[in-house]
């Protein structure tokens, strides 16, 4: 599993903004607060809005669902996590809509208090300090980490397969359908397969 910092998620992402929509994941963990070694498994659900991310919409039609193990570390909490669930993507090349399964797994720490209240040895760019978050009032929100785990998971340029023929650039037409007619899909081959192309067109000069 994955050791989450939330800085590097969002940085790693560029396109993920704000204005994605969430619904609140918290894990009551009053049952296990006061015994050092003690743990719990529960299950998860994260319900996530249609967003913008990478320049195209994506939307979750259904929530990603999980189960969680928590565990008392003593000083701090530490949630072990794996979530499956279903995107709608935008192929890159011929720009329709599919669906692309997605799993995650991913470990985060938890502290009682309020962000800030680190101790001296937590000061900040000490880079041999593993990444925390906080809780209070009995409860782990593990929305923000979940949300940024499923977005870490997604292609950068999303594909339908690895075969799709793309469109044509001259007329627009869905290559994966069959050849366009208009050459404008012979235009757009690599040049470096141009001399090739032109030797199969030869006649055999033995016939």
């Avoid at 940024?148 to 340029?157: E, G, Q, R, S, T």
Wanted: aromatic share 6%; proline share 7%; charged share 30%.
């Amino acid at each position: 599993m994955r050791r989450y910092n939330t800085a590097c998620a969002r940085a790693a992402r560029p396109g993920a903004g704000p204005g994605l929509g969430w619904f609140p994941v918290r894990i009551d963990v009053a049952d296990i607060k006061q015994e050092v070694g003690s743990h719990k498994l529960t299950d998860l659900s994260v319900t996530l809005d249609s967003a913008e991310f990478g320049g195209a919409e994506v939307r979750f039609d259904r929530p990603f669902t999980g189960k969680a193990k928590i565990w008392n570390l003593g000083d701090r909490l530490l949630v072990q996590a794996e979530l499956q669930g279903e995107v709608r993507l935008t192929c890159s090349r011929c720009l329709r809509e599919y669906t692309q399964p997605v799993s995650v797994s991913f470990e985060e720490e938890f502290r009682e208090g309020e962000p800030g209240a680190e101790g001296p040895d937590e000061e900040d760019g000490d880079e041999s300090v593993e990444p925390v978050s906080f809780y209070s009032d009995d409860e782990l929100d593990v929305t923000e980490v979940a949300r940024d785990h499923i977005l870490l998971a997604l292609p950068m340029k999303p594909l339908c397969s690895e075969a799709c023929q793309g469109l044509c650039p001259r007329c627009g037409k869905d290559l994966n359908e069959g050849p366009c007619g208009c050459g404008g899909a012979e235009e757009n081959v690599d040049p470096r397969l141009a001399v090739l192309k032109d030797l199969l067109r030869k006649p055999d000069s033995n016939s």
